[in-house]
C-alpha cells in the first residue's frame, strides 16, 4: 500500500511542477504579446491620453477666444455703419455698337506689272 500512495505522491507533485510552469510560461507570453502589442502602437503615431486631453484643452480655449473677438468685431462693426455711407455708383456709359466697334476692312492694292 505504501508504494501506491509514493506514486500517487509523485504523480500529484509532478502535475503541481507542470501546472506552474504553465502558469510561469502563460505569463511570460503574456508580457511579451503586450511589449510587442506596445511596439507595434508605438510605430503607429497614436497619442497618449494626456496629450490628446491636452490639445482638446487648448482647441476649447482658442474656439472660445473666437467667440469673443467675432462678438467684439460685430459689436465695433455694428457702431461704425452709421458713420460711413454708401456712394452712389456713376451710371455706366451706353455701350457702342458692334459694327461701329470693328473697322473696315481695307482694299488691297494691284500689284504693279
Request: aromatic letters at 4%.
Amino acid at each position: 500500500m505504501q508504494s501506491e500512495n509514493r506514486f500517487f505522491d509523485d504523480l500529484a507533485k509532478m502535475v503541481n511542477g507542470v501546472a506552474g510552469t504553465v502558469a510561469g510560461a502563460g505569463r511570460e507570453a503574456e508580457a511579451a504579446m503586450r511589449e510587442r502589442a506596445k511596439e507595434w502602437v508605438g510605430r503607429m503615431d497614436f497619442v497618449s491620453r494626456e496629450e490628446f486631453e491636452a490639445v482638446k484643452q487648448m482647441a476649447a480655449t482658442a474656439r472660445a477666444e473666437t467667440e469673443a473677438l467675432k462678438a467684439r468685431l460685430d459689436k465695433l462693426e455694428s457702431g461704425a455703419k452709421p458713420a460711413a455711407a454708401p456712394k452712389p455708383t456713376a451710371a455706366k456709359p451706353a455701350a457702342a455698337p458692334k459694327a461701329a466697334a470693328k473697322p473696315a476692312a481695307k482694299p488691297k492694292a494691284a500689284p504693279k506689272a
